[in-house]
């Protein structure tokens, strides 16, 4: 089992940047695929990036290619997403996810992942 626990978050202008970060406790990180997901105000869980277990590869949302950055640290149990050039459409709670993995793929839909974190909040005024 893992617990999460995003931070980074924040109120931030067009054009501006944010680095997110997801803490993971608990025993063998590098056992684990990661990815991001965003929430926006009465829509569903859209996925944003993710990455395999030894960050060899990652896969983004057409919206934030470019843009956004996957990354992971397995020393450090952490996991990040860089994100520059926000746009006011990138507003909406972020969170991290995580799922035990015995291959290295990465996972782009919701219901491929068990746990979760509580997320953090990204707004991004024009």
């Known amino acids: 089992q893992v617990h999460l626990a995003e931070s980074g978050g924040g109120l931030v202008q067009t054009g501006e940047s944010l680095r997110l970060s997801c803490a993971a406790s608990?025993?063998?990180?590098?056992?684990?695929?990661m990815a991001w997901f965003r929430q926006a105000p009465g829509k569903e869980r859209d996925f944003v990036a993710a990455?395999?277990?030894?960050?060899?590869?990652?896969n983004y949302a057409d919206s934030v290619k470019g843009r956004f950055t996957i990354s992971r640290d397995n020393a450090r149990n952490t996991v990040y997403l860089q994100t520059n050039s926000l746009k006011p459409e990138d507003t909406a709670v972020y969170y991290c996810?995580?799922?035990?993995?015995?291959?290295?793929?990465?996972?782009?839909?919701?219901?491929?992942?068990?746990?979760w974190g509580q997320g953090t909040q990204v707004t991004v005024s024009a």
């Open positions: 996810a995580a799922r035990e993995t015995t291959n290295y793929n990465v996972y782009t839909l919701v219901n491929s992942y068990r746990y």
């Open positions: 990455i395999n277990r030894n960050g060899g590869y990652t």
């Open positions: 608990g025993r063998s990180f590098s056992t684990y695929a």
